[in-house]
């Protein structure tokens, strides 16, 4: 199976988060027939492959390997069909939305070029597949579970992200890069009625509606425009029939932000809405705000962004390695170097047909046509197999002999 192909299964056969076993599966086979020493079932459905050729230093690099509970759209003949039950017991499509089949697709594709070529560096290669990256548990679940202590420590961690912008091209930005994300669970509590005589409830869907629209206002009305924060209701769950007001409401929301200062007074006003609104409707009991997911902002080390950018460079050619700037969507790939002590180098790359910028003269150019592309999690994103599969595999082996030099 090439990689292509490898890839076009993976992306046919997505799995939630936690849920990840034939993904686990085929990726352990692969890498255990390559020679590596593969062990699954670390921090849940995680897989570790270690090649070790020498002394030397360690290289981590990290792929995640779980999908989202999107329904494909993108009409493409390995699109996938999957539907499953989410963590809710909500029946849901499942879509590699988020490209996390060419995370899995490009380390498989370097470790393969790692094994085939050994005369070009020294030292030991730890391969780390991991579950659960979309609900920011899986990444320290592995740590939990003695990845290091298990496997040795790295002196690096390396990754990459797949993203809309032209394939070929190379993302890399130093200190801070993405934000840091929180996942809130808001249960708001009415009294349930006929839905002829609403007179006798408290409308618990009027309350999250009027809710909804009063979080609009915290980022732009309550976070200051030099800062940075985006607040998004991802889910509105009420009631079952058209004829019955419900018990009760729930909203899931979604926040990112750089600066802790800016998250703690973003989570204070979210509390404080929920609660005024609730109040306001007369609820009968008090709401409540659960933080269900919440990991830090992703921090690359400026001294190793530099010298991996060098080396990028120069297998790729110039202008092929860019900065894009901070990204405001969340990785939790930083538990590995933050418990490791190590520098983290994670970069941004490209998936979007390179035909489509072919017009774009300057950076801002760029950024529109981006712009106007499905973005990751959306039930459109398709990255181009190639050169996204070829540049991503490059990237990550140039990155791993950069650091692990075979003199």
Same mark, same amino acid.
Request: aromatic letters at 4%.
């Given at each position: /199976?090439?990689?292509?192909?490898?890839?076009?299964?993976?992306?046919?056969?997505?799995?939630?988060?936690?849920?990840?076993?034939?993904?686990?599966?085929?990726?352990?086979?692969?890498?255990?027939?390559?020679?590596?020493?593969?062990?699954?079932?670390?921090?849940?459905?995680?897989?570790?492959?270690?090649?070790?050729?020498?002394?030397?230093?360690?290289?981590?690099?990290?792929?995640?390997?779980?999908?989202?509970?999107?329904?494909?759209?993108?009409?493409?003949?390995?699109?996938?069909?999957?539907?499953?039950?989410?963590?809710?017991?909500?029946?849901?499509?499942?879509?590699?939305?988020?490209?996390?089949?060419?995370?899995?697709?490009?380390?498989?594709?370097?470790?393969?070029?790692?094994?085939?070529?050994?005369?070009?560096?020294?030292?030991?290669?730890?391969?780390?597949?991991?579950?659960?990256?979309?609900?920011?548990?899986?990444?320290?679940? /592995?740590?939990?579970?003695?990845?290091?202590?298990?496997?040795?420590?790295?002196?690096?961690?390396?990754?990459?992200?797949?993203?809309?912008?032209?394939?070929?091209?190379?993302?890399?930005?130093?200190?801070?890069?993405?934000?840091?994300?929180?996942?809130?669970?808001?249960?708001?509590?009415?009294?349930?009625?006929?839905?002829?005589?609403?007179?006798?409830?408290?409308?618990?869907?009027? &309350?999250?509606?009027?809710?909804?629209?009063?979080?609009?206002?915290?980022?732009?009305?309550?976070?200051?425009?030099?800062?940075?924060?985006?607040?998004?209701?991802?889910? &509105?769950?009420?009631?079952?029939?058209?004829?019955?007001?419900?018990?009760?409401?729930?909203?899931?929301?979604?926040?990112?932000?750089?600066?802790?200062?800016?998250?703690?007074?973003?989570?204070?006003?979210?509390?404080?809405?929920?609660?005024?609104?609730?109040?306001?409707?007369?609820?009968?009991?008090?709401?409540?705000?659960?933080?269900?997911?919440?990991?830090?902002?992703?921090?690359?080390?400026?001294?190793?962004?530099?010298?991996?950018?060098?080396?990028?460079?120069?297998?790729?050619?110039?202008?092929?390695?860019?900065?894009?700037?901070?990204?405001?969507?969340?990785?939790?790939?930083?538990?590995?170097?933050?418990?490791?002590?190590?520098?983290?180098?994670?970069?941004?790359?490209?998936?979007?047909?390179?035909?489509?910028?072919?017009?774009?003269?300057?950076?801002?150019? &760029?950024?529109?046509?981006?712009?106007?592309?499905?973005?990751?999690?959306?039930?459109?994103?398709?990255?181009?197999?190639?050169?996204?599969?070829?540049?991503?595999?490059?990237?990550?082996?140039?990155?791993?002999?950069?650091? &692990?030099?075979?003199?």
């Amino acid at each position: /199976m090439d990689l292509g192909e490898f890839y076009r299964d993976l992306h046919q056969h997505p799995e939630l988060s936690e849920a990840e076993t034939r993904t686990a599966g085929l990726v352990a086979e692969r890498l255990t027939a390559l020679g590596y020493e593969t062990t699954p079932g670390v921090g849940g459905t995680g897989v570790v492959a270690v090649l070790r050729n020498g002394d030397g230093p360690t290289a981590l690099l990290r792929a995640d390997m779980d999908a989202l509970p999107v329904a494909e759209e993108t009409g493409l003949p390995y699109a996938s069909t999957a539907r499953t039950l989410d963590r809710d017991g909500h029946e849901v499509g499942v879509m590699h939305a988020c490209g996390h089949d060419v995370h899995v697709a490009c380390l498989v594709g370097a470790a393969e070029a790692l094994a085939a070529d050994t005369a070009s560096w020294r030292g030991t290669a730890m391969l780390v597949f991991q579950p659960a990256e979309e609900v920011g548990t899986g990444a320290q679940a /592995m740590v939990s579970d003695g990845l290091f202590e298990r496997f040795g420590r790295p002196d690096v961690v390396l990754g990459q992200h797949v993203a809309p912008i032209p394939a070929g091209i190379i993302g890399l930005h130093p200190g801070v890069a993405f934000a840091a994300a929180d996942g809130i669970r808001v249960t708001l509590f009415g009294r349930g009625a006929h839905g002829s005589r609403p007179e006798t409830s408290v409308d618990p869907v009027v &309350m999250a509606a009027a809710t909804v629209l009063r979080l609009q206002g915290v980022v732009s009305r309550e976070i200051a425009a030099k800062d940075t924060a985006v607040l998004t209701v991802g889910s &509105m769950r009420a009631g079952v029939k058209s004829n019955v007001i419900p018990a009760d409401a729930e909203l899931l929301l979604s926040l990112r932000t750089f600066d802790p200062a800016v998250r703690e007074a973003a989570l204070a006003a979210v509390r404080r809405i929920v609660a005024a609104e609730a109040a306001a409707s007369g609820a009968p009991k008090e709401p409540e705000v659960v933080l269900e997911e919440s990991f830090p902002p992703l921090v690359n080390d400026p001294a190793a962004i530099e010298r991996t950018r060098a080396a990028l460079e120069a297998v790729l050619g110039a202008g092929r390695v860019v900065d894009p700037g901070v990204v405001t969507g969340s990785e939790d790939v930083g538990a590995f170097a933050t418990e490791a002590g190590v520098p983290l180098v994670y970069w941004l790359l490209g998936g979007a047909d390179p035909k489509l910028f072919a017009g774009a003269a300057t950076a801002a150019d &760029m950024e529109r046509i981006a712009g106007g592309l499905p973005s990751n999690h959306s039930p459109l994103f398709a990255p181009v197999i190639d050169p996204t599969l070829r540049v991503g595999v490059t990237a990550l082996v140039t990155a791993a002999r950069e650091w &692990m030099p075979a003199s």
